[in-house]
């Protein structure tokens, strides 16, 4: 008798020897709190209506004369001169047939000149034999006809000298275009105080960036300048169509990393109905969507940020208050399902789950779970149903 109760004694003391021991893990609580889904992207923030000078006339642009940063006044600040521009240069060709036409030009104004004179001399001798003839009819020598005749004559001799006179300007004014087509580079001189045309600010904001800082020709409508209220901002954002499709209007975000302290309000204005595509760094091709944030914190909270910096915006796809949910790093894999390992009684229990919406660290539990429950967070290949647990 005494022989078998040691025999089970040792029995029982090899079974506990070699019992495997609990495996450490650790746990984690399912819990009901507030939850948020959301997509975050990074993107550029961009004044929200920028204002383009351009050129009003073709000339050279003068050196700008304000600087990106500086301070404008809408219909005050003086952004952009411009003078006329220089003649251009005349080949062999096109100096010679200028050349041509203002002697072609000074030759009928001297022809001009010799029918000017002719019409001179054609009015004095009319007015001459229009004398004679008055004094005559007044002693009824000649009749009343040959002295209308006379008045005729010095009327149309008149009107041809004022057509010569016409003649005469005429040409002249051909001489001097002709003279002008040979002007070259320099020929022009513009008075020291003196300006063509003066363009002044659209809009009170600061310069974003110029075109070019140097004077320069310019042609009609050429873009100077580009003009911004940096107070009043917005984010772009290129978001995966896939995402863009869960976004609405209207929709929270905050935007992140943006250089400064702390977080910027901002709201989802618009998403533009139409995507783009676009080729990723690993050169795979997306579909992506523009997305526009309202800036909704102050500028007081976003010293020095401008337009086209880099940030980051996280838009809210949906959020709650409460709901269940349990760490993302405790859930597996069973077949098709969701499952995790519950602890209890000191064992780890496998419990199938069914989930609803989740984030990078959590998920929400639809069903299988409840609030207090403790799960095992990141189960190992040792871990089975009924394995005994404990904490680290």
Request: glycine share 10%; aromatic share 4%; with cysteine.
């Amino acid at each position: 008798m005494g022989g078998v109760g040691g025999g089970a004694l040792a029995l029982a003391g090899l079974t506990w020897a070699f019992w495997p021991d609990p495996v450490a893990v650790d746990l984690a609580e399912v819990v009901v709190a507030p939850m948020q889904v959301t997509v975050t992207a990074e993107g550029v923030s961009r004044v929200r209506e920028p204002y383009l000078v351009t050129a009003p006339i073709g000339g050279v642009a003068e050196r700008a004369p304000v600087a990106v940063g500086d301070a404008v006044t809408r219909n005050e600040t003086v952004v952009a001169r411009i003078q006329p521009a220089d003649p251009q240069l005349l080949d062999v060709r096109a100096r010679a047939e200028a050349e041509a036409g203002t002697r072609e030009a000074r030759a009928a104004v001297a022809m001009a000149e010799a029918v000017l004179a002719r019409a001179d001399v054609d009015l004095r001798h009319a007015a001459a034999a229009l004398a004679r003839n008055r004094a005559l009819a007044a002693r009824g020598i000649i009749p009343q006809r040959m002295l209308e005749d006379s008045e005729q004559g010095v009327e149309a001799a008149r009107a041809g000298l004022e057509a010569a006179q016409s003649e005469l300007l005429m040409r002249g004014a051909m001489l001097a275009r002709a003279e002008a087509a040979l002007l070259g580079p320099g020929a022009l001189e513009i008075a020291p105080n003196g300006c063509c045309a003066e363009v002044r600010a659209p809009h009170s904001g600061t310069v974003l960036w110029l075109e070019g800082e140097s004077a320069r020709l310019v042609a009609p409508g050429e873009v100077l300048m580009g003009i911004g209220d940096l107070s009043d901002m917005e984010v772009e954002v290129d978001l995966l169509s896939t995402d863009a499709v869960r976004l609405a209007p209207g929709a929270a975000a905050v935007i992140e990393r943006w250089g400064g302290e702390g977080l910027l309000e901002a709201r989802v204005r618009r998403i533009d109905p139409r995507g783009f595509t676009r080729v990723s760094a690993l050169g795979i091709e997306e579909q992506r969507v523009r997305v526009l944030l309202d800036l909704l914190s102050p500028p007081e909270a976003r010293p020095r940020l401008g337009d086209a910096f880099r940030v980051f915006a996280r838009m809210v796809i949906w959020e709650t208050e409460a709901t269940l949910q349990v760490p993302i790093g405790a859930l597996i894999r069973q077949g098709g399902d969701w499952a995790v390992f519950r602890l209890r009684d000191g064992r780890a229990e496998l419990v199938r789950v069914e989930l609803g919406r989740r984030t990078q660290d959590s998920a929400q539990v639809l069903a299988g779970l409840q609030a207090g429950d403790r799960v095992v967070a990141f189960p190992g290949d040792r871990i089975r149903d009924t394995t005994r647990v404990v904490a680290r």
